[in-house]
């Protein structure tokens, strides 16, 4: 009875607090939704912030009124949501992903056919033969070191340098499986030794080597520069703006060369979404990255080479002029087919043999 | 049966949430499972069997899980026993201390473990040093480092719903058993285990699924180390979604399998409170034994206290200037400046917070009908209702992300039209049906040790059926409700895995915020964000203490 009767007390209490927070949640929630009636531009890009917030400032300044805005996802992040929100378009232009990428998509019919001004100057295998995306970068891949605990004649200066036993629990590699930048690397290692027997076999064993020099596969690219920056391995392979970023940018005591038998080469793409509610805002928008100023800011600020052709090499940033680059040709149908089983194999099959 | 009418209200909107929530976009998993490039077949299944990576996986995930449980189970509950039946120097303070890895969500514990026992971490180097060694002892990765993270993020539940039982137990039932000439080994295992069976249960159950379905700490650390939800990941990322969903089944298979097992032939009530009797807490008088205590009170202590120092440690830290040191060597308020003073700082905050309130607030609510559907009625096809609420929390974060997304994407028959994906409220909804599983466990533990016949004399001294579940059934559950409210708010204010999926920029949470901070190289930041959200997470689940002890004591 005593029981009861306190409770009768503190009953009211209880009430009014839950209420209150349903109702002051709800009316939050309305509060965020609100709209913003400045017509904007959804942008999905793996590009980083950085290079995004630029844009977005410049080309909003271009164009008073539009609200640019912008979501930094992987570029597998964006392939789940495009695909997810087909009925229900969000985005309206995705920047960055490689061209295998981007094919894939586009044959799933997730972007609208757009030729762009300077379409010609891309060269036939860097862009869709029905305009639904164009490459805007391309992104060779490089061997990169930390410089303080690598000694000057020890550098790598090619693929198979990596294999050398004196490197054993030295390399440490971002995990391929979930990396576009790693599978085409390791794509290019079975590529490259295709031709003599037609099988990846070579490759395989290739890969092997690399494993047993490998001490740790990290979970992304910057985990994999700062662990090489704290000394945990010595040696990688990674794809050049991002190394060139963290070297000069983030300052961390990182070198890389690009290997002397020539490098893949990425493509990296733009398109647009499919059913994007603003078309004509975004093929601006299309365009203005890739005018020849802003892709020159790209190259200088971040470390993206262009691919546009008609680019006056003067005009080319200093380091990307002094470094040389020698592409390594990769049958992209070939890759295309086989990617997916190379890595189950090498997940399944060749992933951490050497230290069970 | 004039309640009828009430009951079949409740049940409808049990059935509604089931159907809509949990049922329908998993049915889609299942469908996907069992297709291959289109076209009905085992496909998938005959590789899971066949393939000896994914079989391994499945058997690391299981036996981690178990060892989790075990682990968690025997420190968290020691230390809640420890800290309730014992006084000694310090005990306030460790009792207060002791829930605090419930503050920090997965992600951010895992990113904490790294910088402090990672091959390059602070204790690793320090231990190098001292010992003059050229490695550290020991090795950040592999089955012992997820399962003492697991154990870490977990004894926390233990503690908590233990702790909480202990408060609410009728020791009468202790006193009488030593009164009739029991051992202290038969009260304990008699008496007293029996009575905490439900929180035992509860916290089985969510320690169980969690680390089934953990993904940030194998993800991160896992390297060597096949697990299951890594396993899901990968071949998602490899474009096997069909595979992905067929391992996605065997997961939650197992998980399901686990709370059948555990919740098989639960009483319905235990015993309940009849008499009034004071814990009795025997303070220690041996001198050896206090300092021993106190000893052990203070390790424990560093230990739970490390990861989140750490965390605080790097919020000052200056950028890129942390290579070889033991320490950062350099110290700024730079990051809490730019956080600060950034234009759209607030946004992520901000947005957790509102999306985490609305999911918790109708997690509440629907936990108190649905709870007391659960154990105080029966009827056909009550079990599997239970089962089915459980199962958006024993799935991976992903795979419900990906499920519930594809199932509201577009208009169907039978999502009669609703299309969520691509708004707001897509996250809020996942939130509410991920964490609903706390509030559920909590309220039904506490139900369950309710008497049902303080119920029935409030019903025989006239009271209506609202009247008496107004004054009596839910004040009496409210503390455990409470606190399962605040552990679930936490839980979604944390969330990572399901949000990076399906957030748009008005529903952008503060893990995405952090994720893409760590991206960009930018550490400070993003562990001042870690901070922040580990103090709102504290703070919310002091609140939820204060009210839950708040009614507790009403109870006495």
Redesign the interface.
């Known amino acids: 009875m005593l ?2 009767l ?3 007390s ?2 009211p209490l ?1 009430f009014r ?2 209420s209150l ?2 109702i ?3 009316l ?2 309305f509060a ?2 609100k709209k913003d009636s400045r017509p904007s531009l ?1 942008i999905y890009s793996p590009h ?3 290079l995004l917030e630029v844009m977005k400032t410049r080309f909003e300044e271009k164009h008073p009124g539009v609200v640019v ?1 912008f ?3 992987s570029s ?2 964006i392939y ?2 495009v695909n ?7 985005a309206d232009i995705w920047w960055g992903a490689s061209a295998i990428t981007f094919s ?1 998509a586009a044959e799933e019919d997730f972007f609208e056919p757009y030729h762009p001004t300077w379409a010609e100057k891309i060269p036939e295998i860097a862009r869709d033969s029905q305009d639904r995306w164009y490459g805007t970068f391309q992104t060779p891949e490089v061997i990169v070191y930390n410089q303080v605990a690598v000694k000057q004649e020890d550098i790598p200066k090619d693929w198979d340098d990596l294999l050398d036993p004196k490197w054993k629990e030295r390399l440490i590699i971002r995990d391929p ?2 990396s576009d930048t790693m599978r085409t690397i390791f794509g290019a290692m079975i590529l490259r030794q295709w031709q003599t027997s037609q099988t990846p076999d070579a490759g395989y064993d290739w890969l092997r080597k690399l494993d047993a020099n490998t001490r ?2 990290t ?2 690219g ?1 985990v994999l ?3 090489l ?4 391995g010595l040696i990688s392979l990674w794809d050049l703006p991002d190394v060139a970023s ?1 070297i000069n ?5 990182l070198s890389f060369c690009i290997p002397s038998s020539g490098t893949p080469l990425v493509i990296d793409g733009i398109a647009i979404i499919k059913g994007t509610p603003q078309p004509k805002l975004a093929q601006e928008f299309y365009e203005f990255v890739t005018t020849e100023e802003n892709l020159l800011l790209a190259a200088r600020d971040f470390y993206h080479p262009p691919l546009r052709t008609d680019i006056d090499k003067a005009k080319l940033p200093e380091w990307l002029s002094k470094i040389e680059i020698k592409p390594m040709p990769v049958d992209q149908a070939l890759y295309k087919t086989n990617i ?1 089983d190379w ?2 194999y090498w ?2 099959q060749i992933r ?1 043999q050497n ?2 | 049966m004039k309640d009828r009418p009430i009951f079949i209200f409740f049940l409808a909107i049990v059935f509604f949430v089931v159907i809509w929530g949990v049922l329908y976009p998993n049915f889609s998993i299942l469908i996907t499972s069992f297709q291959y490039k289109g076209v009905w077949s085992l496909a998938n299944y005959q590789e899971i069997i066949s ?3 994914i079989l391994r996986a499945t058997w690391n995930s299981l036996w981690l899980s178990v060892l989790t449980v075990i682990g968690s189970a025997i420190i968290g509950g020691s230390m809640a026993m420890l800290f309730h039946f014992l006084e000694f120097p310090g005990r306030k303070l460790f009792s207060a201390l002791a829930p605090l890895p419930l503050l920090m969500p997965p992600l951010i514990g895992v990113i904490a473990f790294i910088f402090l026992y990672g ?2 971490g602070i204790l690793s180097r320090l231990v190098v040093k001292l010992l003059s060694l050229s490695n550290p002892p020991w090795r950040l ?1 592999g089955s012992g480092a997820i399962l003492a993270v697991h154990i870490y993020s977990f004894y926390a539940y233990f503690y908590t719903f233990i702790s909480t039982s202990l408060k609410q137990l009728d020791y009468s039932l202790l006193d009488a058993a030593r009164t009739l000439g029991a051992t202290h080994q038969q009260v304990f295992f008699r008496v007293l285990l029996p009575l905490l069976r439900p929180a035992l249960i509860g916290a089985s159950l969510l320690t169980f699924m969690n680390s089934m379905a953990s993904f940030s700490a194998p ?2 650390f896992g ?2 180390t096949p697990m299951l939800t890594l396993q899901i ?2 071949a998602k ?4 979604w069909e595979l992905a969903m067929a391992e996605s089944m065997v997961l939650a298979v197992i998980s399901l399998s686990a709370l059948i097992w555990l919740t098989r032939n639960q009483k319905k009530t235990i015993g309940g409170s009849k008499g009034v009797s004071l814990t009795t807490r025997h303070a220690i008088e041996s001198p050896v034994l206090k300092l021993l205590a106190l000893f052990v009170g203070i390790i424990t202590v560093i230990i739970i206290l490390l990861p989140p120092l750490t965390l605080l440690l790097i919020s000052f830290a200056q ?2 200037a ?3 040191e033991i320490l950062p060597p350099s110290y700024t308020l730079a990051n809490y400046l730019k956080v600060f003073f950034s234009q759209s700082f607030l946004e992520p905050v ?2 957790s ?3 985490s ?2 999911a918790a ?1 109708a997690a ?2 629907f936990s108190l009908p649905a709870s007391y559907l659960f154990t105080r009625t029966s009827f056909w096809g009550q079990k599997v209702l239970v089962i089915l609420t459980m199962v958006p929390w024993a799935l991976p974060g992903t795979v419900l992300g ?1 499920s519930f ?2 199932s509201f ?3 169907k028959f039978f999502n009669a039209g609703l ?1 969520l ?4 409220w897509i996250l ?1 909804i996942i939130y509410f049906l991920r964490i609903l599983p706390l509030v559920l466990r909590s309220t039904q533990a506490n139900l369950e040790q309710i008497d049902e016949n303080l119920e029935s004399a ?1 019903r025989s001294l006239g009271a209506t059926f609202f009247y008496t579940l ?3 059934t ?2 009496l559950i ?1 503390p455990g409700a409470i606190s399962g409210t605040a552990l679930a708010f936490a839980t979604a204010m944390g969330e990572f895995v399901t949000s ?7 529903s ?1 949470p503060i893990s995405i915020e952090i994720a ?1 901070q ?4 930018h ?1 400070g930041n993003a562990a001042v964000y870690g901070v922040l959200l580990t103090i709102i997470i504290g703070i919310s689940l002091i609140i939820g203490r204060r ?1 839950a002890t ?2 507790s004591n ?2 006495i």
């Open positions: 029981k009861l306190a409770l009768t503190i009953k209880v607090l839950i927070i349903v002051s949640s709800v939050f929630s965020t939704c959804l980083g912030t950085e805005r979501l930094d996802l597998q992040e789940d949501r997810l929100e087909r009925a229900n378009v969000q894939k499986v979930r740790e596969y979970v992304d910057t520069l700062q662990k920056a704290r000394q945990e963290a940018r983030q300052k961390l005591p997916q890595m189950r997940d399944s951490n230290n069970r | 393939s000896s990576l091959e390059s990765n993800y991160l390297g060597g990941f990968n990322v490899n474009s096997q950028d890129g942390w290579t070889m901000y947005n917070l509102v999306m309130a609305l607030g509440l609510l990906l997304a594809a994407n577009q208009p299309v994906v691509g708004t707001f809020p409030s107004r004054k009596v839910i004040p409210l990076v999926i399906v957030y748009v920029p008005s952008r893409s760590l991206r960009a190289f550490l009210l708040l009614e009403y109870n």
